[in-house]
């Protein structure tokens, strides 16, 4: 009990403040630039090409899940969002995979998935996802969530709405909630901050965009680390731009339902240590331009490997 206090204070007084200056100042900065036009360029490649879409019954949606030695949490993932399904016609489920015991379970299994081979890293994981997608709208979601009930519709819903470039869920812990110390609400609450008011959702809340908007804008960068970071800064910054030199509001919409995230990293590493370490990290990539390869070694504490 004591520890959890202290925990808690220390989030209070240095973790949110830390917070506040990775996550509000470089959206403070980011609206200013997107005031005088410095966002032109990405914006044109997040408007989509063709009419946007607008009918969410004939939505056809690709949910892509990178995967790398986990086979029965894929699985797991798989069989909780088929469950929690509105409307199962027009959804495929997609697994990039990097090893072969999981490619040969996920092919032995009775469940209707797709499975694609791809090269290792999250990023490349996603892309390959993405390639073979036939679907409206693209959820890339994380083996080690669960999606809402009637996730699908939300999504639909969602894509269609006037001024959205894209989106994400809100974000919780797979955690009763007499088991949530005082730093894992904090960290609950922050997380939904960072998303709904800033627009920087993270990859561990299913980020979802249209399909013909994802390729507009090359896909995720081929990054290490923080591939979803910045796929969603690109996103941002195409809305501000939109917002504040169009007139047209525009967004990265969070919904109003959670995504139930595993807590074991922060169960593992501590709330305040993984918290702060991964603070510490954006800081390092917004202010001082440290670049990705850089910062997965220091994240891992492992050489990043050339195969």
């Known amino acids: 009990m004591v520890f959890d206090m202290?925990?808690?204070?220390?989030?209070?007084?240095f973790v949110?403040?830390?917070?506040?200056?990775?996550?509000?100042?470089?959206?403070?900065?980011?609206?200013?630039?997107?005031?005088?036009?410095?966002?032109?360029?990405?914006?044109?490649?997040?408007?989509p090409s063709?009419?946007?879409?607008?009918?969410?019954?004939?939505?056809?949606?690709?949910?892509?899940?990178?995967?790398f030695r986990?086979?029965?949490?894929?699985?797991?993932a798989i069989r909780h969002a088929k469950t929690n399904i509105h409307i199962e016609a027009g959804v495929e489920f997609i697994v990039s995979v990097v090893d072969d015991l999981t490619a040969a379970r996920l092919q032995d299994s009775a469940l209707e998935v797709t499975v694609v081979r791809s090269m290792p890293g999250r990023?490349?994981?996603l892309n390959a996802g993405a390639a073979v997608a036939g679907g409206d709208v693209l959820l890339f979601l994380h083996a080690d969530c669960k999606l809402p009930r009637y996730w699908d519709l939300?999504?639909?819903?969602?894509?269609?709405r006037e001024g959205v470039v894209g989106g994400a869920f809100a974000f919780d812990l797979d955690l009763p909630s007499h088991a949530k110390s005082p730093a894992l609400r904090a960290l609950v609450?922050?997380?939904?901050?960072?998303?709904?008011?800033?627009?920087?959702?993270?990859?561990?809340?299913?980020?979802?965009?249209s399909r013909k908007r994802f390729h507009g804008m090359g896909g995720f960068p081929e990054m290490p680390l923080m591939e979803d970071y910045e796929f969603v800064r690109r996103l941002r910054r195409a809305a501000l731009h939109r917002s504040l030199t169009e007139g047209v509001w525009c967004g990265v919409a969070t919904l109003p339902v959670s995504v139930r995230c595993s807590p074991r990293r922060w169960l593992h590493k501590g709330v305040v240590s993984t918290t702060v370490t991964n603070q510490v990290i954006v800081g390092l990539y917004v202010f001082f331009g440290i670049d990705a390869n850089t910062l997965y070694e220091f994240y891992y504490g492992a050489r990043l490997s050339k195969a």
């Open 154 to 160: 939300e999504v639909r819903l969602a894509v269609c």
């Open 6 to 13: 202290i925990s808690f204070l220390f989030t209070l007084f």
């Open 189 to 209: 609450a922050s997380t939904n901050f960072r998303s709904s008011i800033l627009q920087l959702p993270y990859g561990d809340q299913a980020i979802f965009v």
């Open 123 to 125: 990023s490349a994981a």
């Open 70 to 76: 986990e086979a029965e949490t894929v699985l797991a």
């Open 16 to 47: 949110i403040p830390l917070s506040v200056v990775t996550t509000v100042v470089p959206f403070i900065i980011e609206a200013a630039f997107a005031r005088f036009n410095r966002f032109k360029a990405i914006a044109d490649k997040v408007r």
């Open 50 to 67: 063709a009419a946007p879409l607008s009918d969410p019954d004939s939505l056809s949606v690709s949910v892509i899940i990178p995967a």
